[in-house]
């Protein structure tokens, strides 16, 4: 059983191995992507952060997924050339993977046995129809911990815990809050 995000291994872009013990004493946000979502100009939010708080230790990990309405189509490079060419990202993209179901990468079901899924804002213009779609699909859908759509992100701390989730719909300032007091 995993202690913290240092026990696991991913693949990086090119499907090399990749150990999270790497970012050991680092602050991470690990995000599920895609690049063509109505929350994909989170990229730029993104990389602002990472800008500004990379070299106080924070790390931004991308990986990218096509589970929710198809919106991550393509290659890992072609993925890579989209991010890098409309939004001049620069923090590690890791292999596309799956974030929930038989296939689910082994990070997130742990992350998701860390920090269950918190509720949309339904202020926000996407979260009000996020909710509606969802529950009619499953009326149970929020008591479920799995993912529920892309750009949902984790926050862990220097000790490798996860000690929040933020929902797609979760406004950037709200976060980079969490990431000063981790730093």
Known sequence: MAQNVYDFTVKDRRGNDVSLNEYKGKVLLIVNTATRCGFTPQYEELEALYK????????????????FGQQAPGTEEEIHQF????????????????????NESPLFTYLKSQQG????????????????????ADPDYASKPDIKWNFTKFLVDREGNVVERYEPTTDCKVIEEAIKKLL
């Not at 070299?55 to 990218?64: A, K, M, R, V, Y």
């Not at 991010?83 to 038989?102: A, D, S």
């Not at 899924?117 to 009619?136: R, V, Y």
């Open 52 to 67: 500004v708080y990379k070299e106080q230790g924070l790390e931004i990990l991308d990986f990218p997924c096509n589970q």
């Open 83 to 102: 991010c890098t060419l409309n939004y001049g990202t620069e923090f590690p993209q890791f292999k596309k993977i799956e974030v929930n179901g038989e």
């Open 117 to 136: 899924f918190k509720g949309f804002d339904k202020n926000h213009k996407i979260g009000a129809l996020l909710d509606d779609m969802l529950s009619k």
